[in-house]
């Protein structure tokens, strides 16, 4: 349930601002074609763009002027989850639509991508040149055999040729799959292996916190366990010579050819994502050209308000799905930031400075970075010139409500603070920003547009004002179109089918509220059920971490075999704090007063650090499997784990306890 506090008003769009929000020139266009409601505002389209959802998406088609090469013949063909079939007949390139900008003579010399290091040196990367980097390399991937279909891997991080080698592989219909210089030989191969790749970009190495890290070995490494390899190309990032054998990045992109987009169908495989495979194999997830351009056309362009006068930052990696996000931004003719280097590096304020220093208009972070600022007492705002801010998004978990008023005091009163939640799964969000609706905080403003967004009970009835798991009763066009090496689609639909056959369970608990917003309380599938009242951990952690000796918290449920129910809750300490019995009488306390006395944890226990996947969410499920017994080895994947060392504290502890 939505708490008093978590419903006050934070922030609200003044009139102007709405009035030239693009949603709300949508809404008004789309009103006088499609038959929109013209009143009512975003609750109203909303339910259109749902109970039309045929209509809707066919006037987001058109009111982004996709270039359908072949027409379409219907907008949804089969429209039965797993398997709806979007636009069949059309033709398009996704590549081709990234670039239009290029084609503006107004704009040719603007910056498509401005690049930004640990160093905070600025290189701004015009959109004719991006454009014209592309068609060389589009060329040369042709020439060394790249079909439609082939599958392109990166070993890159954050930097300009890496969205050079992207929009290169989709523009000659190659398949597109990247993961960070930071992922092990192991975590990387995980990936790969999968798809089977017959290039290979990668880099010499990368810097980070300040330091150069070499990654020559586990490019030999890549490039002896990866058969399938027709070529490599190498990225002197560190200034090395070419390893034997390997093409240069210069060579390939040095022409000023034309680029050729091949027309694919809109169902064509653009990239593959990865779950993070805490468990076993990640998931290798297929969303296609003209699923991810229609969805992405919608989700920046509408939710985000992205346009040409704006800079989009969001600090990711290429092994997350937001790099692909922050990437589609060049769709709206958005000046696409990249910053490669730590979060964190040489302080807490790095990500407020490229901020600054890019004049991003809209800060995409990550829920964490959030609430370690809070910890660290900075003050963007008052440090910091944040004035071109429109907009600070967050994602990766919830975010507190302590991390809404952080926001609000700490970098500007009149800012629209967007929690959006999604998943890799559909590389988009399900719920978060609208640039015309309240802020509350603790809540995401609503459901997104074109997303039957619903909260079910274990029976599949619709909840309002209390608890469900999160479901989606209708497809989305950037849904997966299904999984590689799962033939019979058996996997596919075992992820989001099991429980609610026809309708997509995504794992999340969330509440829709009375006003129209969303709460999300944390992963379904590491419930925390406590004589019949479930609880996300995402509130615990919400809670806990409110205290100041508190760094970072794991809360895990585990039914024993007795019928009974132990739940620790694992705390990592900030610097020079103790877990004396005061601080365990404060932690329980505080769960008691903000939560439920139910979820008062049997024990509190220190930890040396909390593991993470490699994208940085707490992993909750495997260390649940190892407080039961599980052996380490079949608990988790170990490639999918920032710290492996730190899962022999929950092995050592189950082994005491049993």
């Known amino acids: 349930m939505t708490s008093a506090a978590n419903e006050a008003t934070l922030w609200q769009p003044d009139p102007e601002r709405s009035a030239a929000a693009a949603v709300t020139r949508f809404q008004s266009w789309a009103a006088e074609r499609y038959g929109a409601p013209a009143e009512g505002g975003y609750s109203e389209l909303h339910r259109w763009s749902v109970d039309e959802l045929d209509t809707f998406w066919q006037a987001v088609a058109d009111w982004f002027d996709i270039r359908f090469s072949t027409p379409y013949e219907t907008v949804i063909g089969d429209r039965t989850m797993p398997g709806a079939q979007w636009f069949p007949g059309a033709t398009l390139n996704y590549a081709e639509h990234a670039l239009r900008t290029a084609e503006d003579p107004l704009r040719a010399d603007a910056p498509a991508l401005l ?15 991006l454009r014209r980097q592309v068609g060389s390399l589009a060329a040369e991937l042709r020439a060394l055999g790249v079909r439609p279909g082939d599958r392109v891997s990166g070993y890159l991080p954050n930097i300009p040729q890496s969205v050079v080698a992207l929009l290169a592989t989709a523009a000659v219909g190659g398949v597109w799959t990247s993961c960070a210089p930071d992922f092990g030989a192991r975590s990387v ?32 490494e890549l490039r002896r366990e990866l058969p399938t390899l027709r070529a490599v190309v190498h990225i002197p990032l560190l200034g090395t010579p070419a390893p034997e054998g390997a093409l240069e990045w210069s060579a390939l992109t040095s022409a000023d050819t034309e680029p050729v987009f091949e027309q694919v169908p809109f169902d064509h495989p653009l990239w593959v994502l990865y779950s993070s495979g805490t468990t076993g194999l990640p998931k290798a997830i297929v969303q296609s050209q003209g699923g991810i351009l229609i969805e992405h056309f919608k989700q920046l362009g509408l ?35 990249l910053y490669d280097g730590s979060p964190g590096y040489p302080d807490v304020s790095a990500q407020w400075r490229v901020a600054e220093q890019t004049g991003a208009t809209l800060f995409g972070t990550s829920a964490a970075y959030v609430m370690a600022c809070r910890k660290a007492d900075i003050h963007p705002g008052r440090d910091f010139d944040l004035s071109r801010i429109q907009c600070v998004a967050t994602t990766g978990s919830p975010l507190p409500p302590d991390g809404f008023r952080w926001l609000h005091d700490e970098v500007a009163d009149n800012l629209w603070i967007a929690s959006v939640s999604g998943g890799t799964d559909v590389c988009s969000c399900f719920a978060g920003a609208v640039p015309t609706l309240p802020v509350h905080i603790g809540e995401l403003q609503a459901p997104c547009l074109g997303t039957d967004l619903q909260s079910w ?61 969303v709460v999300i309380h944390g992963r379904s599938d590491s419930t925390l059920n406590r004589q019949g009242v479930r609880m996300g951990s995402a509130d615990i952690y919400e809670a806990v971490e409110r205290l ?6 794991l809360v895990i449920g585990i039914e024993e075999p007795d019928g009974g129910y132990w739940m620790p809750l694992f705390v990592h ?19 008691r007063d903000n939560l439920s006395p139910r979820h008062v944890p049997d024990e509190v226990i220190e930890v040396p650090g909390i593991p993470h996947t490699l994208t940085g969410k707490r992993i909750e499920v495997p260390v649940k499997r190892l407080l039961q017994g ?3 080895a079949k608990a988790v994947n170990p490639g999918s784990i920032d710290n492996l060392e730190l899962l022999h504290f929950y092995e050592d502890l189950a082994r005491k306890r049993h």
């Not at 690049?115 to 040149?129: K, R, Y």
């Not at 191969?189 to 990654?215: A, I, M, S």
């Not at 849904?479 to 609610?500: A, T, V």
């Not at 100041?548 to 918290?553: G, K, L, Y």
């Open 115 to 129: 690049h930004v290091d640990e160093t905070h040196t600025q290189l701004p990367v015009s959109w004719s040149e």
């Open 303 to 337: 939710h985000c308000d992205l346009g040409p006068d704006d800079r989009f930052f969001w600090y990711t990696s290429t092994g997350w799905m937001m790099w692909n996000f922050l990437v589609s931004g060049l769709l709206t003719g958005t000046t696409v930031v």
């Open 630 to 632: 599980t052996e380490l």
């Open 457 to 517: 009970d274990p029976a599949g009835k619709p909840l309002f004002g209390e608890v469900g798991e999160l479901v989606v009763t209708n497809p989305l066009p950037s849904m997966p179109i299904h999984f590689w090496n799962d033939p019979d689609g058996s996997r596919y639909r075992d992820s989001y089918f099991e429980m609610y056959p026809g309708v997509w369970r995504h794992g999340d608990w969330i509440t829709l509220t009375d006003h129209g917003s």
């Open 548 to 553: 100041p000796e508190i760094r970072e918290s």
């Open 573 to 591: 300490l900030a610097d020079g704090s103790a877990l004396d019995d005061g601080l365990r009488d404060r932690i329980k306390q505080t769960i």
């Open 189 to 220: 191969l995980d990936r790969f292996q999968q798809v089977e790749p017959v290039v290979l970009f990668t880099v010499d190495g990368y810097r980070y916190g300040g330091k150069e890290h070499d990654r020559s070995e586990t490019v030999a």
